[in-house]
């Protein structure tokens, strides 16, 4: 019975430390997210001379490379859509 119990208690304690950790990572996530958005933004005005929206993000993990892809339209003409790559690390748009 206190075998049951013992690998209950384990179980119990590996998904809450496994929880927390996606718990983070999604926090960072947004943090970088939030970080990144106004680059962009900043980016595609000084070279376009457009206002963009972004709406979607897909990070690309860090074992690949360490960007951001964030995804979007134009201001007024939400038929144009644009995308731009933006590094986490550097901060710094990617070609």
Known sequence: MKKRYWAISVVALLI???????????????????????????????????????????GIGGYVNSEIVLYGFI?????????IGVNYNSFEVTD
């Open 75 to 83: 201001i007024g003409k939400e038929k144009y859509k644009v995308s």
């Open 16 to 58: 809450i430390s496994i929880g927390g950790c996606y718990i983070n990572s999604k926090q960072k996530e947004e943090r970088l997210i939030q970080k990144v958005i106004p680059i962009g933004t900043q980016y595609i005005k000084d070279n376009f001379d457009v206002e963009v929206t972004f709406n979607r993000h897909q």
